[in-house]
């Protein structure tokens, strides 16, 4: 009885120590904002990803280090999370004209890589689509 007692709390502590494979350092790659790193942690029951160096063409759309990118990350299915992404539009000077978030949808892939869709719904191969390594 012991042996089985002991058992199962091994198991709930290990499964308990598990991190979900979303949280630390990704980078964005292949497009015009390649070069950008967030940073993604852990905020209450959800998670949030920080900018850290904001790159290519998100440096003229107001995009500064510490932003939060993402926010209201939750896991919907494995390697499968919904939240919402920055966005920020500037005017003809670099003026920041609006800031909202948009639902996203994100992918880890087989291959490490992290396919977030914008404008998507749900699991469906549409709308615009960024890709990102970890490198932490």
């Given at each position: 009885m012991r042996r089985i007692i002991f058992t199962v709390l091994?198991?709930?502590f290990l499964f308990g120590c598990v991190e979900d494979p979303i949280i630390g350092q990704w980078e964005r790659f292949?497009?015009?904002a390649e070069?950008?790193?967030v940073q993604v942690e852990v905020v209450g029951k959800m998670y949030h990803g920080k900018l850290i160096k904001p790159a290519?063409?998100?440096n003229y759309l107001g995009f500064a280090e510490n932003d939060i990118k993402w926010r209201d990350i939750e896991p919907v299915g494995t390697n499968k999370w919904k939240g919402k992404d920055l966005i920020k539009k500037v005017d003809m000077d670099g003026n920041i004209t609006?800031?909202?978030?948009k639902?996203?949808?994100f992918t880890l892939q087989s291959d490490?890589?992290?396919v977030i869709r914008?404008?998507?719904k749900e699991s469906k191969l549409f709308g615009e689509v960024q890709k990102w390594r970890r490198i932490q």
């Amino acid at each position: 009885m012991r042996r089985i007692i002991f058992t199962v709390l091994f198991l709930l502590f290990l499964f308990g120590c598990v991190e979900d494979p979303i949280i630390g350092q990704w980078e964005r790659f292949g497009d015009d904002a390649e070069g950008t790193i967030v940073q993604v942690e852990v905020v209450g029951k959800m998670y949030h990803g920080k900018l850290i160096k904001p790159a290519g063409i998100l440096n003229y759309l107001g995009f500064a280090e510490n932003d939060i990118k993402w926010r209201d990350i939750e896991p919907v299915g494995t390697n499968k999370w919904k939240g919402k992404d920055l966005i920020k539009k500037v005017d003809m000077d670099g003026n920041i004209t609006s800031i909202e978030y948009k639902d996203v949808y994100f992918t880890l892939q087989s291959d490490g890589i992290l396919v977030i869709r914008k404008f998507a719904k749900e699991s469906k191969l549409f709308g615009e689509v960024q890709k990102w390594r970890r490198i932490q």
